[in-house]
């Protein structure tokens, strides 16, 4: 057994802990913090099976940005769940043990784990392996596969980032005069001196590390997803330390509205005007008269697109989430 | 690379290992908040610089050495910055540290008492 296989049992037996210690627990704070771990024994895996711009993503994302909105939706909610009349375990033990069931049936007609004749390596992979680079460029075949072979798909995933934005907006922009609460955890933090002086110096960090995962994604794990998240983590910090009215001095909400809608709009332009010019929707080889240097274009635009919807979709979602319960940002 | 550097290298590495171990053993072992947390924030913050230095010294490549002095800087700024975050939201919501050992002769006692 070698060294692989160990650490890979061990994270993975610690993701069955801490599953089941997220199931146990009454805490929900201490669930959320759990589910944070989750996510990074995830992005640990995922490193391990050499998927470093999966394990970035999940990183920054499952351990990062959820963790955070998720506190920040039980600083509305409260701390314990409640049980209400109908809690039935018993049942549900049932459904969850039924489809565990049934799923483990399922793998057993899957090819063994990392075999090279599974399909999943027999369809296109070694297409994008072995020619991505020639076509589109760029060393990341990652982000090759991501922006330019599944160009469509991930325009996908930025309408559905901005379509939880507007929803988000939706349900909660009405509570632009809350009802006074009990103080958040953001409350306490206003006295916090070393708090906001370490901030303010790993604000301008942050954010120069996001522009660095935005426009290094070509050559190394990374992209807009990854960097719109870190961007906006930034913010994030600032307006917890600082409060939700200074934040609001820096972030214009209408500004940020906007933006999230341009981000898309970039990446639909993108595939317009490749089909504008004769190509097919998001083939950006159309962008320039030499093919490659047309994907490095489209893959800049489009990167960019992302990183500016995703930025600005997390800023309305955390900003609707603790503006709707904070007063104590009028107090500073 | 040179033998010493491999040396200095692996001491490093090792006495970041058993600073991390030696730290959780004391978040479980010491008796109340304030000094589980102390175990916690030396793990964070010693441990991690041990291991980052001792792994400074096993790659040649400076690309990757600038990226790990990077690492440190960040870690070094937050990890102590977040043990403090955490003191003082436990103590502004109201947990005394504990002076006294309540039974059994523990060493964290001390710490305790130094930490007040």
Same mark, same amino acid.
């Given at each position: 057994?070698?060294?692989?296989t160990v650490?890979?049992?061990?994270?993975l037996?610690l993701?069955?802990?801490?599953?089941?210690?997220i199931v146990?627990i009454? =805490?929900?704070?201490?669930?959320?913090?759990l589910?944070?771990?989750?996510?990074l024994?995830?992005?640990?895996?995922?490193?391990?099976?050499?998927?470093?711009?999966?394990? @970035?993503?999940? $990183?920054?994302?499952?351990?990062?940005?959820?963790?955070?909105?998720?506190l920040t939706?039980?600083?509305?909610?409260?701390?314990?769940? !409640? *049980?209400?009349?109908?809690?039935?375990?018993?049942?549900?033990?049932?459904?969850?043990?039924l489809?565990?069931a049934?799923?483990?049936y399922?793998? &057993?007609?899957?090819?063994a784990?990392?075999?090279?004749?599974a399909?999943v390596?027999?369809? /296109?992979a070694?297409?994008?392996l072995?020619?991505?680079y020639?076509?589109?460029?760029?060393?990341?075949?990652?982000?090759? /596969?991501?922006?330019?072979?599944?160009?469509?798909?991930?325009?996908?995933?930025v309408?559905?980032?901005?379509?939880?934005g507007?929803?988000?907006?939706? &349900?909660?922009?009405r509570?632009?005069?809350?009802t006074?609460?009990?103080q958040t955890?953001?409350?306490?933090?206003h006295?916090h001196? /070393?708090?906001r002086?370490?901030?303010?110096?790993?604000i301008?960090?942050i954010? &120069?590390?996001?522009?660095?995962?935005?426009?290094?994604?070509?050559?190394?794990?990374?992209?807009?997803?990854?960097?719109g998240?870190i961007?906006?983590?930034? @913010?994030?910090?600032y307006?917890?330390?600082?409060?939700l009215?200074?934040?609001?001095?820096?972030?214009n909400?209408?500004?940020v509205?906007?933006?999230?809608?341009?981000?898309?709009? &970039?990446?639909?332009?993108?595939? *317009?005007?490749?089909?504008?010019?004769? !190509?097919n929707?998001l083939?950006y080889s $159309?962008?320039?008269? =030499?093919?490659?240097?047309?994907q490095?274009l489209? *893959?800049l635009?489009?990167?960019l697109?992302?990183?500016?919807t995703v930025?600005?979709?997390m800023?309305?979602?955390f900003?609707?989430?603790?503006?709707?319960?904070?007063?104590?940002?009028?107090?500073? | 690379?040179?033998?010493?550097?491999?040396?200095?290298?692996?001491?490093?590495?090792?006495?970041g290992?058993?600073l991390c171990i030696?730290?959780a053993v004391g978040?479980l072992?010491?008796?109340?908040?304030?000094?589980?947390m102390h175990?916690?924030?030396?793990t964070?913050?010693?441990?991690?610089a041990?291991?980052?230095?001792g792994?400074?010294?096993?790659?040649?490549a400076w690309?990757v050495q600038?990226k790990?002095?990077?690492?440190?800087?960040?870690?070094l700024l937050t990890?102590?910055?977040a043990s403090h975050?955490?003191?003082?939201?436990?103590?502004?919501?109201?947990?005394k540290?504990?002076?006294?050992?309540?039974?059994?002769s523990?060493?964290?006692g001390?710490?305790?008492?130094a930490?007040a």
């Amino acid at each position: 057994m070698n060294m692989e296989t160990v650490i890979n049992m061990v994270l993975l037996s610690l993701l069955v802990v801490t599953a089941i210690a997220i199931v146990r627990i009454k =805490d929900l704070f201490a669930a959320a913090m759990l589910a944070g771990i989750y996510g990074l024994l995830s992005a640990s895996f995922f490193v391990m099976m050499d998927a470093v711009d999966v394990a @970035f993503t999940e $990183a920054s994302v499952g351990a990062g940005i959820s963790t955070l909105l998720m506190l920040t939706t039980l600083a509305m909610t409260g701390r314990f769940e !409640k *049980i209400s009349g109908n809690y039935r375990p018993r049942l549900a033990l049932v459904l969850v043990a039924l489809t565990g069931a049934l799923l483990i049936y399922g793998t &057993l007609d899957m090819p063994a784990f990392g075999t090279a004749a599974a399909p999943v390596h027999e369809h /296109v992979a070694p297409r994008y392996l072995n020619d991505s680079y020639a076509e589109i460029g760029i060393p990341n075949a990652v982000t090759s /596969v991501l922006a330019s072979y599944r160009g469509f798909d991930t325009f996908g995933e930025v309408v559905v980032i901005f379509t939880a934005g507007i929803g988000v907006l939706a &349900l909660l922009m009405r509570a632009e005069k809350p009802t006074p609460r009990t103080q958040t955890p953001t409350a306490s933090m206003h006295e916090h001196m /070393v708090l906001r002086i370490v901030a303010k110096m790993l604000i301008p960090l942050i954010l &120069l590390f996001g522009l660095y995962v935005q426009f290094h994604g070509e050559y190394g794990p990374g992209g807009g997803f990854q960097a719109g998240v870190i961007f906006a983590s930034a @913010f994030f910090l600032y307006s917890m330390l600082f409060g939700l009215s200074e934040a609001r001095k820096v972030v214009n909400h209408v500004v940020v509205q906007i933006l999230a809608a341009l981000g898309v709009l &970039l990446y639909g332009s993108v595939g *317009i005007v490749s089909l504008m010019n004769g !190509k097919n929707f998001l083939d950006y080889s $159309a962008l320039s008269a =030499d093919a490659v240097h047309g994907q490095h274009l489209g *893959i800049l635009a489009i990167e960019l697109g992302v990183g500016i919807t995703v930025t600005t979709v997390m800023i309305i979602i955390f900003f609707a989430f603790s503006g709707r319960n904070q007063i104590e940002g009028e107090k500073d | 690379m040179t033998i010493l550097t491999t040396y200095i290298s692996w001491t490093f590495l090792v006495l970041g290992g058993f600073l991390c171990i030696s730290g959780a053993v004391g978040l479980l072992r010491f008796p109340d908040f304030f000094t589980r947390m102390h175990a916690a924030s030396v793990t964070d913050t010693l441990a991690t610089a041990l291991i980052i230095l001792g792994l400074l010294l096993q790659t040649d490549a400076w690309m990757v050495q600038v990226k790990l002095v990077m690492v440190l800087v960040f870690v070094l700024l937050t990890s102590p910055t977040a043990s403090h975050a955490l003191a003082k939201a436990a103590l502004h919501g109201g947990l005394k540290p504990q002076l006294k050992i309540a039974r059994g002769s523990n060493k964290a006692g001390q710490q305790s008492e130094a930490e007040a």
